[in-house]
């Protein structure tokens, strides 16, 4: 598999979604883009875009 295939940027976008869900709500809403930066584990590309997305997409259903 690629590392840049549609399957496997979808799994790295899940990974970001699950990682922001295992973080408590009260931590969750105290992070700001920086820390936020520091919990990506992918270095560059689309691989650490994707991350951020996931990631960023369970933050805006957590607030709601």
């Known amino acids: 598999m690629k590392p840049d295939s549609a399957y496997h940027l979808s799994r790295i976008q899940a990974e970001g979604w699950n990682a922001a869900r295992s973080i408590p709500a009260s931590q969750l809403a105290e992070l ?28 805006e259903c957590s607030q709601r």
């Not at 992918?42 to 997305?53: L, Q």
């Open 32 to 59: 700001n883009d920086n820390q936020i930066d520091l919990l990506n584990p992918y270095s560059k590309g689309s691989a650490r875009s994707r991350w951020n997305v996931g990631f960023k997409s369970a933050l």
